[in-house]
T-cell receptor, first 113, second 112 residues
Framework: DSGVTQTPKHLITATGQRVTLRCSPR?????VYWYQQSLDQGLQFLIQ???????AKGNILERFSAQQFPDLHSELNLSSLELGDSALYFC????????????FGPGTRLTVL | DAKTTQPTSMDCAEGRAANLPCNHS???????VYWYRQIHSQGPQYIIH???NNETNEMASLIITEDRKSSTLILPHATLRDTAVYYC?????????????FGTGTRLQVTL
C-alpha cells in the first residue's frame, strides 16, 4: 500500500460525457502527479501540481484539466470524452517538487463506451 | 533525460537471481538511474536509484558500470510475485518539477 488513494476504482461512461477522478496523496506529500496508461501509448505523464500550483505539463489534452486543493488532494477532470480516452489513470505523490521517487496510487480504470 | 534501452522480455526461474539490464549510453554526469516496476495493472512501484556507486535495499541491488553507460537491476531471489514490467529511467535529481518518462520496459516472467 503506497498511501496514495484514488477514487473511483472503475468508471464507465459514454462519449461526450465529463468525469472527475480524485486523488489523495500520501500524508505530508506536497506534489501530486497524474499519469495516463493506455494500451497503445504506454504510461504517459499528464500534469504535476505542487502545493496547489501547476508545476509541469506533459501531453495533456485541452479537454483535460486538473487542480490541487488546499488540503492537497487533487482532481483530474476529463470532458467531452472520446473512446480513445479509455485508459488507466494513475495519481502519484512525492514529498517535494522535484522528487523522482514517486508513490503511485492503485489507479482509476476509465471505460468510455 | 537520457534515452534508455531495455530488453523487451526476460524469464527467470523462481528462487534464482533476476538480472535486468539497462543501457543508457548518453547519460550525463548528474543524471541518476531509477528503477520502477509495474505489476499487472497496478500503479508503478519505485524500487531503487543510484548515481555511480552500487546500491542495495530490501528489494533489489543496482549495479552501475564504471563508465555509467549501463546498469543492472538484480532481484537476488526472484519469486512469482516479482513478475512485472520493469522500467529503467534516467533523470536529473533536482529541479523545479519532475515528470517521469516511462519507456516500454522489460517484462519479467518468473516461473516455477
Amino acid at each position: 500500500d503506497s498511501g496514495v488513494t484514488q477514487t473511483p476504482k472503475h468508471l464507465i461512461t459514454a462519449t461526450g460525457q465529463r468525469v472527475t477522478l480524485r486523488c489523495s496523496p500520501r500524508s505530508g506529500d506536497l506534489s501530486v502527479y497524474w499519469y495516463q496508461q493506455s494500451l497503445d501509448q504506454g504510461l504517459q505523464f499528464l500534469i504535476q501540481y505542487y502545493n496547489g500550483e501547476e508545476r509541469a505539463k506533459g501531453n495533456i489534452l485541452e479537454r483535460f484539466s486538473a487542480q490541487q486543493f488546499p488540503d492537497l488532494h487533487s482532481e483530474l477532470n476529463l470532458s467531452s470524452l472520446e473512446l480513445g480516452d479509455s485508459a488507466l489513470y494513475f495519481c502519484a505523490s512525492s514529498a517535494t517538487v522535484a522528487d523522482n521517487e514517486q508513490f503511485f496510487g492503485p489507479g482509476t480504470r476509465l471505460t468510455v463506451l | 533525460d537520457a534515452k534508455t534501452t531495455q530488453p523487451t522480455s526476460m524469464d527467470c526461474a523462481e528462487g534464482r537471481a533476476a538480472n535486468l539490464p539497462c543501457n543508457h549510453s548518453t547519460i550525463s554526469g548528474n543524471e541518476y538511474v531509477y528503477w520502477y516496476r509495474q505489476i499487472h495493472s497496478q500503479g508503478p512501484q519505485y524500487i531503487i536509484h543510484g548515481l555511480k556507486n552500487n546500491e542495495t535495499n530490501e528489494m533489489a541491488s543496482l549495479i552501475i558500470t564504471e563508465d555509467r553507460k549501463s546498469s543492472t537491476l538484480i532481484l537476488p531471489h526472484a519469486t512469482l510475485r516479482d513478475t512485472a514490467v520493469y522500467y529503467c529511467i534516467v533523470r536529473f535529481p533536482t529541479g523545479t518539477a519532475s515528470k517521469l518518462t516511462f519507456g516500454t520496459g522489460t517484462r519479467l516472467q518468473v516461473t516455477l
